[in-house]
């Protein structure tokens, strides 16, 4: 028996070693989240891609589960045939009933399934993605350095939103007790994306860092056909109607402030995809719009919620584009080959019917509910992207960016627009590999790095060459580095400087820069050049900046390395 126990632990060594040997690692968690009637397997593909490109070799990762009781005497809200108030232990998947109902809920007046005070967390459960068996308690703790995670939610289609929120929050926990990291990316599929936000609302603690969320497809503004009881999404489809209290509580346009320091991206697919002759984006009237399950203006979510970016993949004939979206403006980003997967075929072909006008507005209407057309509608478009390359390779680019150049930018929101600008030979850093994002930027260093987003150093320089220092401004002085560069904004109208009390024109090219300056000067030398006078001047500039997606900051903030960069790859489209 002690020979078999040692055989075991050899055994364990051995499935672990792709580990030891090819082990450098990020230091954050990166976690997936499945969403309505589904499991970590949607993550196949997709988690074991992220894995290798942080360094594991074998893509390998965890996938977790959680062990959980329902407890006795709890009430819950049930949509199953009636809405009923009854024993959390009676709701209908878990006491295996089927029920079918094609007519409304009471979704505006009940939250239904359980909540995260009708059951406890009895033990979290690990194992190797390749593996069938779960491990026990000692050989989770020898995982220390696994960095991906693949969650199932207990009773899935059952969970409120706040109970799914509660179950991530123990696994989270779980996950930083084994690893010693507290800093996490959440990406969430579909309802998984909505439980990482209920998650962040109503169960974050401050010893954990949520560095980036992801939501792919995910129903922010409620999903196709919910609110109607139906056998494969049961009471957590009911929560998903655009109107019900469940979304509304998740909503609440006060929550947005808890997402000040994480890096949103919220990503779509759509078959249909309208632009006006302006190449705004049209909101489709259709609710089958979208990839079948969630209408695209439900995944790119909420207004009130300051996106960092808005990402929408659609097929046009043969090949499609991805966009980025940012207050309704799109611009095109670069060209994809994405399979057009139709939900609405789909459902004409299983029901026999070709001419469904849905207003999801008025949700009393009865439809026939198959489980084919169900299983059809949560299983093409819906979660196939999540098995499409691109779909893979854009989430691999968000979650690890292609540089390491600098020994100080991994903590920063503004990472990602770090190593684009620098990728394109905008910024460079210290000379001890240092980038100090945080590090407040004066007029002379923004706007030598503004001309070089835009204009060569030859340029620049020639046109320095051919004046005298003082052509524009009084305070330039021989010899200074940024001489050309403040002749050459002012010469092209870019900046205006400052008149004092001599009426002499100054640069003051040490004074920091805030918001209001940076919005003139990079709107007039990225985007097009306006003018604006009076004592709201600045707010024109801004507004061109919101529009490509650029956050509000306040005009008198001053402007820091990495909002910098963030600001110029927003106004560049990069």
């Given at each position: 028996?002690?020979?078999?126990?040692?055989?075991?632990?050899?055994?364990?060594?051995?499935?672990?070693?792709?580990?030891?040997?090819?082990?450098?690692?990020?230091?954050?968690?990166?976690?997936?989240?499945?969403?309505?009637?589904?499991?970590?397997?949607?993550?196949?593909?997709?988690?074991?891609?992220?894995?290798?490109?942080?360094?594991?070799?074998?893509?390998?990762?965890?996938?977790?589960?959680?062990?959980?009781?329902?407890?006795?005497?709890?009430?819950?809200?049930?949509?199953?045939?009636?809405?009923?108030?009854?024993?959390?232990?009676?709701?209908?998947?878990?006491?295996?009933?089927?029920?079918?109902?094609?007519?409304?809920?009471?979704?505006?007046?009940?939250?239904?399934?359980?909540?995260?005070?009708?059951?406890?967390?009895?033990?979290?459960?690990?194992?190797?993605?390749?593996?069938?068996?779960?491990?026990?308690?000692?050989?989770?703790?020898?995982?220390?350095?696994?960095?991906?995670?693949?969650?199932?939610?207990?009773?899935?289609?059952?969970?409120?939103?706040?109970?799914?929120?509660?179950?991530?929050?123990?696994?989270?926990?779980?996950?930083?007790?084994?690893?010693?990291?507290?800093?996490?990316?959440?990406?969430?599929?579909?309802?998984?994306?909505?439980?990482?936000?209920?998650?962040?609302?109503?169960?974050?603690?401050?010893?954990?860092?949520?560095?980036?969320?992801?939501?792919?497809?995910?129903?922010?503004?409620?999903?196709?056909?919910?609110?109607?009881?139906?056998?494969?999404?049961?009471?957590?489809?009911?929560?998903?109607?655009?109107?019900?209290?469940?979304?509304?509580?998740?909503?609440?346009?006060?929550?947005?402030?808890?997402?000040?320091?994480?890096?949103?991206?919220?990503?779509?697919?759509?078959?249909?995809?309208?632009?006006?002759?302006?190449?705004?984006?049209?909101?489709?009237?259709?609710?089958?719009?979208?990839?079948?399950?969630?209408?695209?203006?439900?995944?790119?979510?909420?207004?009130?919620l300051e996106v960092f970016e808005r990402i929408v993949f659609y097929p046009e004939e043969d090949s499609s584009y991805s966009y980025i979206l940012s207050n309704n403006k799109l611009?095109?980003?670069?060209?994809?080959?994405?399979?057009?997967?139709?939900?609405?075929?789909?459902?004409?072909?299983?029901?026999?019917?070709?001419?469904?006008?849905?207003?999801?507005?008025?949700?009393?209407?009865?439809?026939?509910?198959?489980?084919?057309?169900?299983?059809?509608?949560?299983?093409?478009?819906?979660?196939?992207?999540?098995?499409?390359?691109?779909?893979?390779?854009?989430?691999?680019?968000?979650?690890?960016?292609?540089?390491?150049?600098?020994s100080d930018i991994s903590d920063s929101v503004y990472e990602d627009y770090i190593c684009k600008v620098y990728d394109r030979k905008i910024v460079k850093g210290y000379n001890d590999?240092?980038?100090?994002?945080?590090?407040?930027?004066?007029?002379?260093?923004?706007?030598?790095?503004?001309?070089?987003?835009?204009?060569?150093?030859?340029?620049?320089?020639?046109?320095?060459?051919?004046?005298?220092?003082?052509?524009?401004?009084?305070?330039?002085?021989?010899?200074?580095?940024?001489?050309?560069?403040?002749?050459?904004?002012?010469?092209?109208?870019?900046?205006?400087?400052?008149?004092?009390?001599?009426?002499?024109?100054?640069?003051?090219?040490?004074?920091?820069?805030?918001?209001?300056?940076?919005?003139?000067?990079?709107?007039?030398?990225?985007?097009?050049?306006?003018?604006?006078?009076?004592?709201?001047?600045?707010?024109?500039?801004?507004?061109?900046?919101?529009?490509?997606?650029?956050?509000?900051?306040?005009?008198?903030?001053?402007?820091?390395?990495?909002?910098?960069?963030?600001?110029?790859?927003?106004?560049?489209?990069?």
């Amino acid at each position: 028996m002690e020979r078999f126990r040692g055989f075991k632990g050899f055994l364990f060594l051995i499935l672990f070693l792709p580990l030891v040997v090819f082990g450098k690692f990020e230091d954050i968690n990166i976690i997936f989240i499945h969403g309505l009637n589904s499991s970590s397997e949607t993550w196949k593909e997709m988690a074991s891609e992220v894995s290798k490109r942080i360094g594991m070799n074998n893509g390998s990762y965890i996938e977790i589960a959680l062990d959980v009781s329902i407890l006795d005497g709890n009430k819950c809200w049930d949509a199953n045939a009636k809405d009923e108030y009854i024993d959390c232990k009676n709701l209908s998947d878990i006491n295996d009933k089927n029920p079918q109902r094609a007519t409304r809920s009471s979704a505006k007046e009940h939250i239904f399934g359980l909540g995260y005070k009708d059951f406890t967390v009895n033990s979290i459960l690990w194992k190797f993605n390749y593996l069938p068996t779960y491990l026990n308690e000692k050989q989770k703790y020898s995982l220390e350095n696994y960095r991906v995670f693949a969650i199932n939610f207990s009773h899935n289609t059952q969970l409120t939103y706040s109970a799914q929120g509660f179950q991530l929050k123990k696994i989270m926990d779980d996950i930083h007790n084994v690893t010693r990291v507290g800093k996490f990316i959440l990406i969430g599929h579909s309802m998984g994306g909505l439980a990482a936000r209920s998650y962040i609302q109503d169960h974050h603690t401050s010893e954990k860092t949520i560095k980036k969320l992801i939501t792919i497809d995910s129903p922010h503004l409620g999903g196709t056909m919910a609110g109607t009881y139906n056998p494969i999404t049961q009471n957590g489809g009911v929560n998903l109607a655009d109107d019900s209290v469940a979304l509304e509580y998740l909503n609440d346009d006060f929550v947005k402030d808890k997402y000040n320091n994480i890096h949103t991206t919220f990503i779509g697919y759509s078959d249909n995809f309208l632009l006006d002759e302006e190449g705004d984006y049209i909101y489709p009237h259709s609710n089958f719009d979208g990839d079948g399950s969630v209408p695209i203006h439900s995944q790119m979510g909420l207004d009130s919620l300051e996106v960092f970016e808005r990402i929408v993949f659609y097929p046009e004939e043969d090949s499609s584009y991805s966009y980025i979206l940012s207050n309704n403006k799109l611009e095109y980003d670069y060209y994809q080959d994405l399979e057009d997967k139709r939900v609405m075929a789909n459902y004409q072909k299983e029901s026999d019917q070709t001419n469904i006008d849905y207003d999801y507005k008025n949700v009393d209407i009865n439809i026939p509910i198959e489980k084919d057309y169900f299983t059809n509608l949560v299983n093409n478009a819906h979660t196939n992207i999540l098995r499409d390359e691109h779909f893979i390779k854009l989430i691999k680019k968000l979650v690890k960016p292609t540089c390491n150049y600098f020994s100080d930018i991994s903590d920063s929101v503004y990472e990602d627009y770090i190593c684009k600008v620098y990728d394109r030979k905008i910024v460079k850093g210290y000379n001890d590999e240092t980038y100090k994002p945080n590090k407040e930027i004066n007029r002379a260093e923004f706007i030598k790095i503004v001309l070089l987003a835009e204009y060569s150093q030859e340029e620049i320089d020639t046109y320095g060459k051919s004046i005298s220092k003082n052509k524009y401004f009084s305070d330039l002085k021989e010899g200074g580095w940024y001489n050309n560069y403040a002749n050459f904004a002012k010469r092209y109208g870019f900046i205006d400087g400052y008149t004092d009390s001599n009426s002499n024109v100054t640069f003051g090219g040490e004074k920091l820069i805030d918001f209001a300056e940076a919005s003139k000067i990079i709107v007039n030398c990225l985007i097009r050049k306006i003018e604006s006078a009076g004592e709201d001047w600045y707010k024109p500039y801004i507004a061109i900046l919101v529009q490509k997606g650029v956050k509000n900051f306040d005009p008198s903030k001053k402007i820091t390395r990495a909002e910098m960069a963030y600001i110029i790859s927003k106004a560049k489209g990069f």
